[in-house]
């Protein structure tokens, strides 16, 4: 199957600080999807980026399908930021990254 | 909008008992999926179905068994449990093809 690497596995930071976390897939993808799962293990969807670039507020994404990696902007950070965000790739069957553990300090 | 419900919340169970993890969605969707993550990992897939009637194993299938008698509901069993399966169960669903999935909120289940 697919391999999902993300980078970096953990991402300190302090209350309004910008950040990029990447995630790197081993083959051609027809379905990307970026996740935040909070800290009461909620997963919330920020996007579905098979292609291209979105925006939602502070949080923007970019895949380039071509060179097999996506990324997730952070922008002006906030504490409810803080979790886990994932990477999931493939068709329907989603293939699941380990995640970056987010933490941001007030 | 309910979305994706999962029940229960959370479980003990001892090794060697048996139980059902409900799940149920009310957007239509024609795909439903089963998903465990475990500590630190992400989710890996263990069961999916793309309509009622039709199911299909996923990364992680042994020891889960699954049906899907209805659009709406896809319930996930553990026949003899074992503490391997010690786990966090998230449901999701979609549209057919490839289409952003909405998941559940998760059901916590420990196996003593």
């Known amino acids: 199957g697919i391999q999902v690497e993300q980078s970096p596995p953990d991402l300190i930071l302090q209350e309004g600080a910008n950040s990029t976390l990447r995630c790197n897939f081993s083959?051609?993808?027809?379905?990307l999807q970026w996740f935040h799962q909070n800290p009461w293990g909620q997963l919330i969807n920020l996007f579905y980026i098979p292609s291209g670039t979105k925006q939602n507020g502070r949080l923007s994404a970019t895949t380039v399908a071509t060179e097999r990696y996506s990324l997730l902007y952070i922008s002006s950070s906030q504490t409810t930021d803080s979790g886990v965000y994932f990477c999931a790739v493939d068709d329907y069957k989603l293939s699941f990254g380990a995640g970056t553990t987010v933490t941001v300090r007030a | 909008n309910a979305g994706v419900t999962q029940t229960p919340k959370f479980r003990i169970l001892k090794i060697g008992q048996s139980m059902t993890l409900q799940c149920t969605q009310d957007?239509?969707?024609?795909?439903m999926y089963w998903y465990r993550q475990d500590p630190g990992m992400g989710l890996k897939l263990i069961y999916y179905?793309?309509?009622?009637?039709?199911?299909d194993k996923g990364e992680v299938p042994n020891g889960y068994n699954v049906s899907r008698s209805t659009t709406e509901d896809f319930p996930l069993r553990l026949e003899l449990a074992a503490p391997s399966q010690t786990s966090v169960y998230f449901c999701a669903s979609s549209w057919p093809g490839n289409q952003p999935q909405h998941f559940g909120d998760g059901t916590r289940l420990s196996i003593l």
């Open positions: 083959d051609s993808v027809n379905n």
């Open positions: 179905s793309v309509g009622a009637g039709i199911t």
């Open positions: 957007m239509n969707h024609n795909y």
